[in-house]
């Protein structure tokens, strides 16, 4: 079957804009995750679904970056008034449950102005 | 405190030389640990998993719970190897488990 898909795959906005960032997870997998990568850096978790527990949002770096999973399925990362500092590339993971593999999806790659 | 660390930022090393990438955890209960792997231009998947006990592309990982080490090894790397390797632990506790991941180490294997 299908992986984990991103979309946009690119990404360019302007400083102060709204961006949403969207991640279709591996069909039946009930943890969905979100990680940033910054140039250079490593995996910096940002927030984590499970089924329908409340998501651990322990991550998130402000209030501007926010996350909704629709049951199972689609995830939306919403980042307000992006700052230049936002640029990386966002990554989407699923995994059937949270011991088990992650399936990365390609990312997306933010670019600030 | 639940972490991964990973030394190395950065590994170089000669085609048909041994590499060891190092990983070491702190977490009190039974760890469960993982290497992924990201190649250049590829999604980020996994390697290989302790608890397989698998050699994945040559590589192997012996968990060493003495030095609370995961350390990855390879007798001859090849250039293909090259890539950007993240440890993680299985971390958390009960229904809120996750990964805590290193900040990996970036292999490049010169010919």
């Known amino acids: 079957g299908a992986g984990v898909s991103q979309s946009p795959s690119n990404k360019v906005t302007e400083k102060g804009k709204d961006v949403e960032l969207r991640c279709d997870p591996i069909?039946?997998?009930?943890?969905l995750y979100w990680y940033r990568q910054r140039l250079g850096q490593g995996l910096e978790f940002l927030i984590y679904?499970?089924?329908?527990?409340?998501?651990?949002k322990s991550g998130l770096p402000s209030d501007r970056f926010s996350a909704e999973r629709t049951g199972e399925s689609v995830s939306t990362l919403t980042i307000q008034r992006t700052q230049q500092e936002d640029s990386a590339v966002y990554l989407c993971?699923?995994?059937?449950?949270?011991?088990?593999?992650?399936?990365f999806g390609p990312g997306t790659r933010l670019l600030v102005l | 405190a639940q972490r991964v660390t990973q030394p190395e930022k950065l590994l170089s090393v000669f085609k048909g030389a041994p590499v060891e990438l190092k990983c070491n955890y702190s977490?009190?209960?039974?760890?469960?640990l993982f290497w992924y792997v990201q190649y250049s231009r590829q999604r980020l998947q996994l390697l290989l998993r302790?608890?397989?006990?698998?050699s994945i592309k040559g590589f192997t990982a012996d968990l060493n719970k003495g030095e609370t080490s995961f350390h990855l090894k390879k007798p001859f790397a090849q250039e293909e190897d090259s890539a950007m390797y993240y440890c993680?632990?299985?971390?958390?506790?009960?229904?809120?488990?996750?990964?805590?991941w290193g900040l990996g180490t970036s292999l490049a294997v010169n010919p």
């Open positions: 069909s039946g997998h009930t943890a």
């Open positions: 679904f499970q089924g329908n527990s409340a998501p651990d």
């Open positions: 302790h608890i397989s006990r698998e």
């Open positions: 977490y009190s209960g039974s760890p469960e």
């Open positions: 993971a699923s995994s059937g449950r949270s011991q088990e593999t992650q399936y």
């Open positions: 993680a632990l299985l971390g958390g506790a009960g229904n809120n488990r996750k990964l805590i």
